[in-house]
């Protein structure tokens, strides 16, 4: 197992409903030494890329983008997932699902952060479904620029997400790709790894509604 799956198996917790909460290391408590050890394994996974700027989503995305970025040495544009009064000029906008949160967003750059010379590495928290990359993949399309990569923390590698964004010819690097979950044996497997060494995670028996509050 690398870092990240190691910190998954201690701290993360499986809930009913496929999904992995990992709140206290990861998207609410962050822990910034984790985020810097991601961050560089994203730089070495990325090498001779020609990235100038990294995108990524509210809310939970942004930290990890933003300690990646200190090893790229670019700046981070985060897509906002609702019209605000601060949001002046012209806009990109694409329509997004949320795997958590079970309703459609709005996903928006302003057009003056993303050009046709930009190359871009997309960065984000979680792929699922891959509905929010899509998204990002869209917003970075209709701006002319062109997406360099995709760096994910934790793959949820059953969901059809990593499938669909590497069969349209991506290069989606994954630092944690989780096959497999039990909610009720508390138990979680990683690609490349049999489900009968599995490693044995906190649970909670929380239906998937309650998740509402999870990002
Ligand atoms: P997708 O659009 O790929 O279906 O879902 C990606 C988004 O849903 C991520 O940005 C993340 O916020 C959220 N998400 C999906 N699955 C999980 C999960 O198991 N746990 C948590 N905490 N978030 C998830």
Redesign the pocket.
Known sequence: MNFLEERIVKDGVV?EG??????SFL?HQMDIKLLDQIGAEFRRRFAGKPINKILT?EA??IGIACVAARHFDVPVVFAKKSQSINLDGDMYVAE?????HKCKNHVIVAQKFLTPEDHVLII???????????GLIQIVQLSGATVEGIGIA?E?GF?S?GRIIRNLGFQLESLAIVDGMDASAGKIWFRGQDPEDSGEVKRTEDEICR?ST??
Do not use: M
């Open positions: 809930k496929n999904v992995l909460k990992v709140d998207n989503i939970s995305g997004v699902e949320s795997f958590t984000d928290d979680f792929l699922a479904n891959g509905c929010a990359l899509q934790i949820k969901q997400g998740s999870l990002d």
